[in-house]
């Protein structure tokens, strides 16, 4: 008996842009062409792209295997096939024991139903007996929090109670393999960890992970082994730490799209005192590199440049003009170039700069690069949220200090 | 680069029935999930079961009534029975061709996101509708021994006539719902269909109504069973062995056709909804 849990040999998938059939003038002709014409699949037909293209992997028993990259680079494809909801246009690929997908949180939820409808329903759904949900009931309800609503129907829940209800049961499937796809984006704070510490857990009783997430610390806290897709190909393969660094750096730079704008940041790189850089210590200095080029005369420009935690909740924003710089003016043609010095007291995590090309006076914004590039944070201490403040801690003992070893209030005053 | 053992899973998807076996009760908590949620808020709850026959059985009175003013024979309770007995099963019929027809578009949520074996989702609504005809058959049982229709040895014959309606039905409506998510026009030519269906099924009149077009009415593969319920509950007679013959073998046609279209199209039904 080998290991292999997973696995998948030069996948491929192909999808269609666009309307399946705009019209029935274009139906028929289609029809007639696919019955008499026998067409190779490695063809590529109008309108048809690779969603994945020759993709091989292994996943071996109690791994924790994660799959990143940006949007559209095929992560949640690569999980439908080994879900079994698509199936793969080329190539083959295996699947050993009870395999428990998590596409989307409550997926199969009925809203007219209640929560402990709901429960049984999915439970079932994601493959487990109603003689397993029944002895593990209590434990869901317990997982979720929510034993005051159960018997409410879901339709009344909030975003936060459906998914911890979805996610809740999901956890208790117990599957030889779980594959999660970015449900920790719901949820709060508090829940987002317990759905980890679940993870973990199940991680621990031996099971494989397949984890997909764009919260790049999570990957690197849950698994070992991360897969780097773009556009549909593998681009890298190894330990979670290398390849986020390798992901985070200038490779994966979003696409800017600069046409039809009077000015747009042409270039933003971000960079510590020996260079280039993505990975930042807490309180380090990070140096912001923009540039702006108008493409026509352009009068009283400013650059703002923003921090944004990986939930797309901005932290820190600033400008040039802010900063007291007076607006710039640029003909046709021309760049205009500047730096930004930030000490980055932030906590650990991922971080996304924003920048823009901003005209006070008349609220004009000529440009918006979104996420133009990405930062990861350490820290030294297991410090969360999006701030660094530094914190010691004290203990005093189970009977505490008497006064006089504390400070007096007034004092501090 | 694979291990030498067998997969589990394969591009090749494991044997239908073995795969619809295993997730029985998924199929049962479907089923449960599509009553319950029809009696949701409904203040009539199950008695909707019974309203809908209801309604065929009214009209199938309205015109029985007509032919006997025509012919000056007065309408006896047995007639309302007799209607009745045909109304029952055809709300069954309808009903569970038009869920079954839109189950899988209607469960796109689900399809999209999770492998179920995709021909659960027809079969869960023909269940459910079972269900409301077997709510139905109550009321109708009391009617007939009210009208005093009898029994006899002939009723043997009523589960295989019952059997075999309702595998009509699955067949019928699993292959519906896979070219529905494909074409949604699948949906308004059913509705436009199950609609005008009554006047060529003898839901409301018997076959021999109508002389030489009797042959014609039966090819429809339902009327042999409904004809067949008429004749074994009412008249006591066996059903028509021939036309039997016929509708059982429609039947197998239908269902090995739905079982090799399902399969051939289901690898599309993901991307394609």
Known sequence: ?413 | MLSSDPPDRLIVAPHPLRNLLAHREVLYMLTWRDITIKYKQSVMGFLWAILMPLVIVGAGVLVRAGVASVSGRPLLLGDVAAVALKAVPWAFVVSGIRFASNSLVGNSNLLTKIYLPREIFPLASVGSQLIDFAVATVPLTALLALARVGISLQLVWVPLLIALLVVQVAALGTLLSAGSVFFRDVKYVVEVVLTFAIFVTPVLFDVDMFGRWRTLLLLNPVAPLLEGLSATVIHHHPPELGWLAYSGAVTVFAVILALALFRRLEPYFAETI
């Open chain 1, 1 to 413: 008996m080998s290991d292999i849990v997973l696995a998948m040999d030069r996948v491929s998938k192909k999808f269609r842009k666009g309307e399946l059939h705009d019209s029935l003038r274009d139906l028929i002709p289609a029809m007639i062409g696919r019955l008499t014409r026998h067409r190779p699949p490695e063809a590529l037909r109008d309108r048809e792209f690779w969603a994945l293209q020759d993709v091989s992997f292994e996943v071996h028993r109690g791994e924790a295997l994660a799959i990143i990259g940006r949007n559209g680079a095929g992560k949640s494809t690569i999980l439908k096939l080994l879900a079994g909801i698509m199936q793969p246009t080329l190539g083959r690929m295996a699947v050993h024991g009870r395999l428990s997908a998590l596409i989307e949180v409550g997926a199969g939820f009925h809203p007219d139903l209640t929560g402990r409808e709901n429960i049984f329903l999915n439970g079932t759904i994601l493959g487990m007996s109603r003689e397993e949900i029944r002895r593990k009931f209590d434990g869901i309800v317990d997982f979720s929090g929510l034993e005051e609503f159960i018997d409410t129907p879901v339709k009344r829940y909030s975003s936060g109670m459906f998914a911890r209800l979805g996610f809740a049961v999901a956890a208790h499937v117990d599957p030889d393999v779980l594959i999660v796809d970015e449900v920790l984006s719901v949820g709060d704070f508090v829940f987002q960890r317990k759905c980890l510490e679940k993870m973990n857990a199940v991680l621990q009783s031996g099971a494989t992970i397949i984890f997909v997430s764009h919260d790049l610390r999570a990957v690197a806290e849950l698994c070992s082994r991360t897969l780097l897709l773009d556009r549909g190909r593998i681009a890298a393969a190894g330990p979670s730490d290398e390849i986020i660094r390798q992901y985070l750096g200038t490779a994966l730079r979003r696409e800017h799209l600069v046409e039809g704008k009077d000015a747009y940041l042409s270039r933003v790189c971000v960079r510590n005192a020996s260079g280039e850089a993505s990975t930042f210590r807490s309180g380090e200095k990070a140096w912001l590199d923009l540039e702006v080029t108008a493409t026509t005369d352009v009068t009283r420009l400013a650059i703002v440049v923003q921090l944004c935690a990986n939930d797309e909740y901005g932290v820190f924003d600033t400008s040039t003009e802010r900063l007291g710089l007076d607006p710039f003016s640029l003909h046709a043609g021309e760049t205009f170039r500047c730096r930004f010095e930030l000490e980055l007291h932030l906590a650990r995590g991922t971080y996304h700069v924003e920048g823009y090309v901003h005209r006070y006076d008349i609220d004009r914004q000529y440009d918006h690069w979104h996420q133009a590039a990405t930062i990861l944070v350490t820290t030294a201490q297991d410090v969360r949220g999006v701030v660094n403040l530094y914190p010691k801690v004290t203990a005093f003992g189970p009977t505490g200090l008497t006064s006089s070893e504390l400070t007096p209030w007034r004092e501090i005053h």
